[in-house]
């Protein structure tokens, strides 16, 4: 089956640094989503995408979706202590609300003061 | 975005009980999914509630186990059956939007 593959597993940054979050896939999707979570929160959308190569901004959240339509990227500028937390990626086949998600396995997040 | 509320947030079963989720959704939703999220793992769908008809299974869930009603377009319940500590999760209700998908905060069951 379609997997998503997120790395590293966990992600130390000092507050103020910027940080990075690739996600890749051996299939193609049509849109790539990003999900954070916060511990006992469901997971929150942060950005969809839904065009190869569209960047996408969300305040300090910047996200690429890849024009091989197999990665995409998520950018954190200037973190802050509340982004702690665990981002997740998926990918949708077919655009719309009827089309299920598939999920990479997430990149926990910490922040250091 | 729809706003999802999950019931019960928590609970502490015994094994071979059963355990019904409430997923209430303000407004009328096609497409409504459930999730199950072990342990320091990502979200694996579990199946689609379908409303009006059977809910769609994915591999290696059957209905047996996760029981689903959709009697409309703004509720559902997933049931887990005859529980065993394995089955220790969260579990997810989800709604399908043009705009994405949106989550509730999710059921954390732990089997004793």
């Known amino acids: 089956g379609q997997q998503l593959n997120q790395s590293p597993q966990s992600m130390f940054i000092q507050e103020g640094e910027d940080v990075s979050m690739n996600c890749t896939s051996s299939?193609?999707?049509?849109?790539w989503l990003w999900y954070k979570q916060d511990p006992g929160e469901g997971p929150v959308l942060l950005i969809a995408?839904?065009?190869?190569?569209e960047l996408t901004s969300n305040g300090r959240l910047t996200a690429q979706f890849g024009i091989t339509r197999k990665d995409s990227f998520l950018n954190i500028s200037a973190s802050i202590p509340s982004d702690v937390g665990i981002y997740f990626c998926?990918?949708?086949?077919?655009?719309?609300?009827?089309?299920?998600?598939?999920f990479g396995k997430g990149i926990t997040l910490s922040v250091r003061p | 975005s729809a706003v999802i509320s999950q019931k019960p947030s928590r609970d502490i079963c015994q094994r071979g009980t059963s355990l019904t989720i409430q997923c209430q959704v303000d407004?009328?939703?096609?497409?409504m999914f459930w999730y199950r999220q072990q342990p320091g793992q990502s979200l694996t769908l579990i199946a689609t509630?379908?409303?009006?008809?059977?809910?769609?299974?994915e591999s290696g869930f059957v209905i047996d186990k996760f029981p689903i009603s959709r009697p409309n377009l703004t509720f559902s319940t997933l049931t887990v059956s005859n529980m065993s500590p394995e089955d220790s999760s969260i579990y997810l209700c989800?709604?399908?939007?043009?705009?994405?998908?949106?989550f509730g905060s999710g059921t954390r069951l732990t089997v004793v």
């Open positions: 989800s709604v399908g939007q043009v705009t994405g998908y949106t």
């Open positions: 509630a379908n409303q009006g008809s059977e809910a769609t299974y």
């Open positions: 998926a990918g949708q086949l077919l655009a719309g609300a009827n089309s299920k998600l598939t």
């Open positions: 299939s193609i999707f049509n849109t």
């Open positions: 995408l839904y065009k190869a190569g």
């Open positions: 407004s009328q939703v096609t497409m």
